[in-house]
């Protein structure tokens, strides 16, 4: 079955880039996202890469998917405390779309 | 504007009570989504919808049910409460398409079960 994987906590100096990994089992994925979830809040839509992409770029945010590796990373530029929050990865299988498989999260702390 | 909300926000009931919690959207999407997170586990799927009358279990369904009498509402029903069911509950819909499919978050519940 799908399976993904992140380590759960990450602590960076703020100014700093952080990077949070994930791997996952589906080499058939289609898409693979990234969510942010702050203090109390639901999970919001960071950005997402369609499967036959190696990079994505979004202003601070810099998506890395290697298939082969089945390694996908986010990357954060200059980190300011309010990117302090939970971030989960999550994949679509390839069978259905329209379902998603969330990775265990990471928790991103950025101190002083 | 449109929105994803959820009642109620906090829930604390004891062993073997029926709960509901209630999701409702204003997107007018198709697919809707019902999760748990808990510690350790990330999010996980217990029930979801792809329309009026369709419902289909996830990873996680066992003690749990769902209706979908109408396009904006899905809620949750804990049949008999367990401890175990003690989380923070989440809803999502999502358009529903055949490329990326992002899935709105509502505020989530966080339910306590004595």
């Known amino acids: 079955g799908e399976d993904v994987e992140q380590s759960l906590f990450l602590s960076v100096r703020e100014g700093d880039s952080s990077v949070i990994n994930c791997t996952y089992t589906?080499?058939?994925?289609?898409?693979l996202y990234w969510y942010k979830q702050e203090p109390g809040a639901g999970l919001q839509l960071l950005t997402y890469?369609?499967?036959?992409?190696d990079m994505k770029q979004d202003q601070r945010l810099t998506v890395l998917l290697n298939k082969k590796d089945k390694h996908l990373s986010l990357r954060i530029a200059d980190t300011q405390t309010g990117d302090s929050a939970i971030y989960f990865c999550?994949?679509?299988?390839?069978?259905?779309?329209?379902?998603?498989?969330f990775g265990t999260g990471t928790r991103l702390q950025v101190f002083p | 504007d449109a929105e994803i909300t959820q009642s109620p926000r906090h829930k604390i009931t004891e062993t073997g009570r029926q709960v509901t919690l209630a999701c409702h959207q204003t997107w007018n999407h198709n697919n809707m989504f019902w999760y748990r997170q808990d510690l350790g586990h990330g999010l996980r799927l217990i029930h979801y919808s792809y329309g009026v009358q369709d419902t289909n279990k996830g990873e996680v369904s066992d003690g749990y049910s769902v209706s979908r009498s109408n396009t904006e509402d899905l809620p949750l029903t804990l049949e008999s409460a367990a401890s175990s069911q003690t989380s923070v509950y989440f809803c999502?819909?999502?358009?529903?398409?055949?490329?990326?499919?992002?899935?709105?978050f509502g505020p989530g519940t966080r339910l306590t079960v004595l």
């Open positions: 999550a994949e679509t299988p390839y069978y259905n779309t329209d379902k998603l498989i």
């Open positions: 890469i369609f499967s036959n992409m």
């Open positions: 589906d080499s058939s994925s289609t898409y």
């Open positions: 999502a819909s999502s358009e529903g398409s055949s490329g990326a499919d992002t899935q709105y």
